[in-house]
């Protein structure tokens, strides 16, 4: 999930506007459209590790988002959060049942836009240097649907992007049969300009909708490594001096984008509402 770097100022515009957790002029929709069938199968990541201790989770037991730990991002961003995304975020789209986040996307007009859905980060609240991280999720599918589980750089507020460096545990575009592949990603600066690197994972069958699959990487001071249910798909060497952000804290993004410039708009097989359903996000170092 990249952004573009002439969007800064306005970002953090929106993003102090997102702090408190009401977004006036949103729809209040916790009804029965809310309610989705959660998985009951897929892998399941261990609780513990060797030489390794959990400094933090969310299971996502509580009625609510944990507001202690999560912020709401409100709107539309800039230029559609720099991807030319059609969502506008709310925090009505985002629901927990039993025992997991719901990040739903909605075909629904608001304010100028046509789609809802949420984006929720953990900015100023939780932000971790290096360690391993597991997140066990289940993905949503369709034709210009592109759910993310992603990290930014603590400094963003101060060196905006990519200076802040950006990791992309989890990407997937959906459509044309993709909902079978997913991308880890990392953006920073080199010499002014965007750099990144990214690999991808495709099953062997199935869908990354169809079950629960473990999103993790492997971080240490001189590579981050990329696992879909522990098997590693993509590694970086973060050594090289311009690859430094990597050395830094960062900041947990979870976000279901409609539309973009990566996948492209929803066409009419796409179905409404979509889904990004995660069982939880655990920190070990």
Same mark, same amino acid.
């Given at each position: 999930?990249?952004?573009?770097?002439?969007?800064?100022?306005?970002?953090?515009?929106?993003?102090?506007?997102?702090?408190?957790?009401?977004?006036?002029?949103?729809?209040?929709?916790?009804?029965?459209?809310?309610?989705?069938?959660?998985?009951?199968?897929?892998?399941?990541?261990?609780?513990?590790?060797?030489?390794?201790?959990?400094?933090?989770?969310?299971?996502?037991?509580?009625?609510?988002?944990?507001?202690?730990?999560?912020?709401?991002?409100?709107?539309?961003?800039?230029?559609?959060?720099?991807?030319?995304? #059609?969502?506008?975020?709310?925090?009505?789209?985002?629901?927990?049942?039993?025992?997991?986040?719901?990040?739903?996307?909605?075909?629904?007009?608001?304010?100028?836009?046509?789609?809802?859905?949420?984006?929720?980060?953990?900015?100023?609240?939780?932000?971790?240097?290096?360690?391993?991280?597991?997140?066990?999720?289940?993905?949503?599918?369709?034709?210009?649907?592109?759910?993310?589980?992603?990290?930014?750089?603590?400094?963003?507020?101060?060196?905006?992007?990519?200076?802040?460096?950006?990791?992309?545990?989890?990407?997937?575009?959906?459509?044309?049969?993709?909902?079978?592949?997913?991308?880890?990603?990392?953006?920073?600066?080199?010499?002014?300009?965007?750099?990144?690197?990214?690999?991808?994972?495709?099953?062997?069958?199935?869908?990354?909708?169809?079950?629960?699959?473990?999103?993790?990487?492997?971080?240490?001071?001189?590579?981050?490594?990329? #696992?879909?249910?522990?098997?590693?798909?993509?590694?970086?060497?973060?050594?090289?001096?311009?690859?430094?952000?990597?050395?830094?804290?960062?900041?947990?993004?979870?976000?279901?984008?409609?539309?973009?410039?990566?996948?492209?708009?929803?066409?009419?097989?796409?179905?409404?509402?979509?889904? #990004?359903?995660?069982?939880?996000?655990?920190?070990?170092?």
């Amino acid at each position: 999930m990249r952004f573009s770097k002439e969007i800064f100022f306005l970002l953090l515009l929106s993003i102090m506007v997102a702090c408190g957790d009401s977004d006036e002029g949103g729809p209040v929709d916790n009804g029965p459209d809310d309610s989705v069938s959660i998985p009951t199968s897929g892998y399941t990541s261990p609780t513990s590790y060797a030489n390794r201790t959990l400094v933090w989770s969310d299971e996502f037991e509580s009625s609510s988002l944990n507001l202690s730990d999560w912020t709401y991002e409100i709107g539309t961003g800039s230029n559609g959060w720099g991807n030319n995304e #059609l969502q506008y975020y709310t925090n009505s789209n985002t629901s927990m049942q039993d025992g997991h986040l719901v990040i739903t996307a909605k075909e629904q007009s608001l304010n100028g836009s046509n789609y809802t859905s949420s984006r929720i980060v953990t900015m100023n609240k939780q932000d971790f240097r290096y360690g391993r991280i597991d997140i066990r999720a289940a993905l949503p599918e369709g034709q210009g649907i592109w759910p993310a589980l992603w990290m930014l750089g603590s400094n963003f507020n101060t060196v905006g992007w990519p200076a802040s460096g950006e990791i992309d545990i989890m990407e997937m575009i959906g459509g044309s049969g993709r909902e079978s592949t997913v991308h880890g990603t990392v953006h920073w600066e080199n010499d002014g300009q965007r750099a990144q690197f990214g690999g991808e994972t495709t099953l062997s069958s199935g869908t990354f909708h169809d079950q629960f699959h473990v999103f993790s990487i492997e971080w240490d001071a001189s590579q981050i490594r990329w #696992l879909v249910n522990d098997q590693q798909y993509h590694v970086i060497d973060t050594t090289p001096a311009q690859l430094s952000e990597f050395r830094n804290s960062f900041f947990f993004i979870f976000n279901l984008a409609v539309g973009g410039n990566w996948p492209g708009s929803p066409n009419s097989s796409t179905t409404f509402p979509q889904y #990004l359903i995660v069982d939880y996000v655990r920190v070990f170092q």
